[in-house]
Antibody, heavy 122, light 113 residues
């Protein structure tokens, strides 16, 4: 059974940093691209970032480029999102999502975690 | 960016009746060389993560009820729930993955009349 479990969310002041993680099981992690998708309170879905299966290729939404860094540890089946210079607009539920594609992302997502909540406020 | 729009914003349908959701992209998401539309549909129930229902515009995910079907091509797409059941109450999102950034529609809330 595929499982994705996010952690690391919390309350942070504007300008602060957080590191999200997603622990994965139930499939061969290194074979699949992975992504982060967020959902602001009461709002729709926004793609944030993706990473290829090897970790060699990364992709970012313009809204987070230069502030967020996606990475993965294929030996520990973990996806990470380092978030710096956080803004109020980054407040959201952050989902870890598995891409349906081997290797490079196809950018649609067949499994999702339950999400971890990030609140940026003073 | 490719802008996705959906209509209606919400709809209420009687149990057993058909529900139809429309999705429009600001540019074509059809890739000629492989004859596929880069369009997916998700269902999100309250307090739950999204669930992939359909990809390539009309390919149903294994295990998803055949009440759900996707159609359309180019810029205009439709998700149809053929006979609405109580468990189908949810928000439905379309998503294009033709261009980066992939983008989602604003969602359509489906309820029971």
């Amino acid at each position: 059974e595929v499982q994705l479990l996010e952690s690391g969310g919390g309350l942070v002041q504007p300008g602060g940093s957080l590191r999200l993680s997603c622990a994965v099981s139930g499939f061969t992690f290194s074979r699949y691209a992975m992504s982060w998708v967020r959902q602001a309170p009461g709002k729709g879905l926004e793609w944030v970032s993706s990473i290829s299966g090897s970790g060699g290729s990364t992709y970012y939404a313009d809204s987070v480029k230069g502030r967020f860094t996606v990475s993965r540890d294929n030996s520990n089946n973990t996806l990470n999102l380092q978030m710096n210079s956080l803004r109020a607009g980054d407040t959201a539920l952050y989902y870890c999502a598995k891409d349906d594609s081997y290797g490079f992302p196809r950018f649609y997502f067949d499994y999702w975690g339950q999400g971890t909540r990030v609140t940026v406020a003073s | 960016d490719v802008v996705m729009t959906q209509s209606p914003d919400s709809l209420a349908v009687s149990l057993g009746e058909r529900a139809t959701i429309n999705c429009k992209s600001s540019q074509s998401v059809f890739y000629n060389s492989i004859n596929k539309n880069y369009l997916a549909w998700y269902q999100q129930k309250p307090g739950q993560p999204p669930k992939l229902l359909i990809y390539w515009a009309s390919t149903r995910v294994s295990g998803v009820s055949d009440r759900f079907s996707g159609s359309g091509s180019g810029t205009d797409f439709t998700l149809t729930i053929s006979s609405l059941q109580a468990e189908d109450v949810a928000v439905y999102y379309c998503q294009q993955y033709y261009r980066i950034p992939c983008t989602f529609g604003p969602g359509t809330k489906v309820g029971i009349k």
